[in-house]
């Protein structure tokens, strides 16, 4: 079973807009972190946010936040504002507790519109 | 701060001959390091977990004796493609946890990536 499961294989979204991308994840461990990472055309990983499954709330980092539901398995990363530096592909990870690697999945690439 | 380097950032070899990659956490120090290989528009691949100052560990289906890892000490891994061949050309990209002293430490760094094009 995939782990990591993003069912948006591109969105589209108009410049200064919100947007929201989806993750879903599977674990049976009860501790576990959740990441995501940006990819622009150059190649390069930029980590955007982390939560933790013990974290009481949503982890916020500037125009980032991830909407964190335990109970549905689900870490959506919501882009506010979005700018046109923003196109790019983007990852979601896990990883779980004793475990050094993460799990990806197969990525959004998300188009911000003028 | 965190910032995890990679050198070259693209090379192109002939079939047949060796090229190695080096991994640098520039800004902190890493026990642990990844390497992994992704596709044109895939995800990225875990090819191997690499431990510094002892072996590393490899995903199923990798080659230990063609992609060598050593990590040398705690801010240099390097991997090393062995007889390159044509199908060996993919984007590598590793990436560098920090060792476990500031709340930072749960999250893994990436450098640029290494664009690698055998003939």
């Known amino acids: 079973a995939q782990k990591i499961t993003q069912t948006q294989p591109g969105m589209f979204v108009q410049e200064k807009e919100a947007v929201t991308l989806d993750c879903t994840y599977d674990?049976?461990?009860?501790?576990?972190?959740l990441f995501w990472y940006k990819q622009p055309s150059s190649g390069e990983m930029i980590f955007l946010i982390y939560q933790g499954s013990y974290d009481q709330q949503n982890a916020t980092e500037g125009r980032y936040s991830l909407n964190f539901q335990k109970a549905r398995k689900s870490a959506n990363l919501v882009i506010s504002a979005s700018q046109l530096g923003d196109s790019a592909m983007y990852f979601c990870a896990m990883r779980e507790a004793g475990a050094n690697n993460l799990f990806f999945g197969t990525g959004t690439r998300l188009t911000v519109i003028p | 701060g965190a910032v995890v380097s990679q050198h070259p950032s693209w090379v192109i070899c002939k079939s047949g001959t060796s090229v190695k990659i080096e991994c640098r956490s520039l800004?902190?120090?890493?026990?642990?390091m990844f390497w992994y290989r992704q596709f044109p528009k895939q995800s990225l691949m875990l090819m191997a977990t690499s431990n510094e100052g002892s072996k590393a560990t490899y995903e199923q289906g990798v080659e230990k004796d063609k992609f060598l890892i050593n990590h040398a000490s705690l801010t240099l891994s390097t991997l090393t493609v062995t007889s390159a061949h044509p199908e060996d050309s993919s984007f590598y990209i590793c990436?560098?946890?920090?060792?476990?002293?500031?709340?930072?430490?749960?999250?893994?760094?990436f450098g640029p990536g290494t664009r690698l094009l055998v003939l």
């Open positions: 990436s560098a946890r920090p060792i476990r002293t500031t709340t930072k430490s749960e999250t893994q760094y």
């Open positions: 800004d902190f120090q890493a026990t642990t």
């Open positions: 674990t049976s461990d009860p501790s576990y972190g």
